[in-house]
Structures are given as C-alpha cells and as structure tokens.
C-alpha cells in the first residue's frame, strides 16, 4: 500500500484519505457481490439493495409467472390491479373448459318420453335415503310442527312424493304440481286426501297467485321441496325468490339438483366424459351443471340460512344388477335430448346422436359385466330456511 501511494505521489493528507475510502468501498462491495452470488441472491448496487433468498432452487420458470399471492399484500386485501387481471385470466380459461357448457337452452324435458317413468322411478329410489336425511333436518328447522303445508314443485308422476311425504306424518296436506298434463294425469290415479295434484307452471307470471288459490295453500306454504326440477328453469333466482314468497316465515325449502360434474370412474372415464360432453351440449337438455349453482342462487335469492347434506354412489361391492341401475339412472337417457331434436328436423345433431348410441351400449356393458369398472357419484341435497 505504502509502495502504492509513493508511485502515486500523493501529495496532501486529504488526497491519501481518499484513495484509501475509495479501496475500502470496492473491496466492501466485491466481498458482498460474492457472498450474494453464492447465495443465488439479486444485488442491487444503486441503491444499494439485496433480494431475498429464493425459496426454492427450481429452474421451472412457469413457477414464477403469476404474483406470489401469499406475499402480495395488496393480493391479499383483494384491491390490485394485478388481481384484475389474474382472475380475468383464469375466467377466460374456465369458461373455454368444454365440461361447463354454455347458457342453456329452454329444457324440452317430457317426463312421459319412453322409458323415463321408468328412469325417474330408479332415480327416485336411489336418493330416498338422501331425502328423507334432508326431511328430518327441516323438520327440526320446523320444530317439528304438526299440521305442516308442504308443496312440491315440478312433482311429476307423483311417485317421489307419495313415497318421501309417506314417510312423516307431521306433513297435513301435500300439494304437488306440474306443468305437464300427462305427468299429472298420472300422479291423479293416487287416491289419499293428504294429496292434492294440480297442472302449475311455476315459470307463468301467475305461478304464486295460483299457489295461493289452492285450497289450503291460502296463507303460504311451510315446506316446499323441489328434486331435480330447478335445473330445467330459464331464471332459477327468480323463481326462488318467488318461491321465497309463498313460504311462510321460517318457511324452509329443499332442493336436490343434478351435476354431471361429480361423477368419475375407471377405466374409460374419457368415454364417460365425451358422453357427457355431448348430452349436456344437446339443444333443449336441461343445467346438468346445476348442483353447483344451486347454493349461490339461494344465496342470491335471499335465503337467510342454508345447510347442506351430501351422500355418494360407487360401484363396489354391487352386483351386475346394481351396477346397472346406477348406469339407468345417470346415463340411460343421455341419447333422448340428441334424439328429440334429430326428431324436430335438426340433421346437425345425427354424428352425435350416433356416437352417443354406441357409446352408451359400451358404457353400459361396462357397468353390467365389468366388476373391475370403478365409478363413483356425489349427490346433494340444500336446505335452505326464510
Ligand atoms: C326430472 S323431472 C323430476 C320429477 C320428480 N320431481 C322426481 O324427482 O322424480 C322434472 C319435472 O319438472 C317438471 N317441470 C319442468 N319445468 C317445469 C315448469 N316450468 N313448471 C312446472 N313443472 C316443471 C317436469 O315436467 C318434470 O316432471
């Protein structure tokens, strides 16, 4: 150093304090640059700054493309532009996803179409237990009131009424309705003066008004029950909101809605998605995607509290019989809403319609002789109170 500062030939004292500020500083910044350099750390030096250690030492850029959320206090507090953008993102995927089709069209469901008696008789029986969980809770929602007013919205041929209503005996009187004539026709050969069926659309602008003509019905309703109806409806929030009108305080509502999006299973689980991809984009085919909507609607509708029951189908343990039940019930149909519009002139639907057919025969076979073939379904039911 001193040999240094000679060949420099400093002359004044301030001059050699300079010099050795000057040496002191680069060496000071040379050992930091090292140090952050083995530590995988960014350094800046105007201003002076080093990062934080990473987490991890994976070389997987993706990882890194989105805000780490956990970090972003403005994330967090839900403000940020960044968050705009990031969910928008995420919305363009979802709603690109294939298995959520688009806005339906007006359901043309018949419950009289060859062989949905019969189906909806299966479909029944496979979620009595569900229901009948679902009744004793709304009974302690009621605090088990005798004399109970109950009505069923979109009750067809009236065999899932009798056969849940038959179970309580706090119910007094039971209306069920309909908007198809042959349906009711049907629930009518039940003789029991608990029931009353009548033809109702709940979607005409005179549905509550036709509520409160039946006899009985005059001051409201305590209990309405809905199984799988809601889902063929245009605008569900408002007719629950409606709905919320004819029950009577502390009313309490049931509502057990379909979605195609709880049902796995293995091998094939491809075949059962296309299957299901197709049917639930056929023109005319009901929300089969309305299970999970059914718990935001309420909300929306102004229902002050909902619960929630849940119970599962899996092929396990089942013999060909009840393997194949379960098929009838989840898929049997899928073809019909194909069919109807080949039937109403619509060619479009016919490479569909044919694919369907043959993979439904596939599936079923699967379900009837394979006990290797694993599926599994969540059914659920809402309960919500005035
Ligand atoms: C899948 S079936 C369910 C029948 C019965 N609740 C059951 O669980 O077996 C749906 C029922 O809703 C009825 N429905 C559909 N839209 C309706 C409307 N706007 N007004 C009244 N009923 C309707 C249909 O006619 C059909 O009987």
Redesign the pocket.
Same mark, same amino acid.
């Given at each position: 150093m001193g040999a240094l500062i000679k060949s420099l030939s400093l002359n004044s004292s301030f001059e050699l304090f300079a010099l050795s500020t000057a040496i002191i500083v680069i060496i000071f910044l040379m050992i930091i640059y090292i140090i952050a350099f083995v530590q995988g750390r960014e350094v800046s030096f105007w201003p002076l700054r080093i990062g934080s250690r990473p987490k991890n030492n994976s070389k997987d850029k993706s990882l890194h493309c989105f805000p780490n959320v956990s970090e972003s206090s403005d994330l967090n507090r839900g403000k940020s532009t960044q968050e705009g953008s990031l969910f928008e993102g995420l919305k363009v995927n979802l709603l690109s996803n294939s298995r959520l089709p688009q806005i339906p069209t007006p +359901?043309t469901?018949?419950?009289v179409y060859p062989n949905?008696s019969y189906r909806? &008789?299966v479909? %029944?029986d496979a979620?009595r237990d569900l229901d009948v969980r679902a009744f004793k809770r709304s009974l302690e929602l009621l605090r088990n009131k005798e004399n109970i007013i109950a009505l $069923?919205? %979109?009750? %067809? #041929?009236?065999?899932?009424?009798k056969d849940r209503f038959d179970s309580f005996e706090n119910f007094k009187k039971i209306f069920g309705? $309909?908007? #198809?004539h042959s349906?009711i026709n049907e629930a009518l050969k039940i003789k029991d003066e608990r029931y009353t069926f009548a033809v109702? $659309?709940?979607? !005409?602008p005179s549905?509550k008004d036709s509520i409160f003509k039946l006899k009985g019905a005059e001051s409201g309703v305590d209990f309405i =029950? +809905? +199984? =799988?109806?809601l889902?063929?409806?245009s605008d569900p929030i408002s007719?629950l909101k409606t709905l919320k009108e004819i029950l009577k305080p502390t009313g309490v509502l049931v509502i &057990?809605s379909p979605d195609d999006g709880s049902k796995i299973c293995y091998p094939d689980n491809d075949i059962m998605e296309k299957i299901i991809d197709v049917s639930s984009n056929a023109k005319g085919i !009901?929300d089969r995607f309305h299970g999970r909507k059914a718990y935001f609607q309420l909300k929306s509708s102004g229902f002050n509290y909902i619960d929630s029951l849940y119970s599962i189908t899996d092929t396990v343990g089942r013999s060909s019989e009840e393997r194949l039940k379960i098929f009838d019930e989840s898929f049997s149909y899928r073809s019909d809403y194909v069919k109807r519009q080949l039937e109403s002139g619509d060619e479009s639907a016919r490479e569909n319609y044919n694919w369907l057919i043959d993979a439904l025969k596939y599936l079923r076979k699967r379900f009837y002789s394979d006990d290797l073939m694993y599926y599994m379904e969540v059914q659920y039911v809402l309960i919500a109170q005035r």
């Open positions: +359901s469901y018949n419950p949905e909806l &008789r479909q %029944g979620h $069923d919205i %979109g009750c %067809g #041929s009236g065999y899932v009424t309705i $309909d908007n #198809s349906a109702i $659309d709940i979607e !005409s549905f =029950f +809905s +199984s =799988f109806t889902h063929h409806l007719i &057990r !009901s």
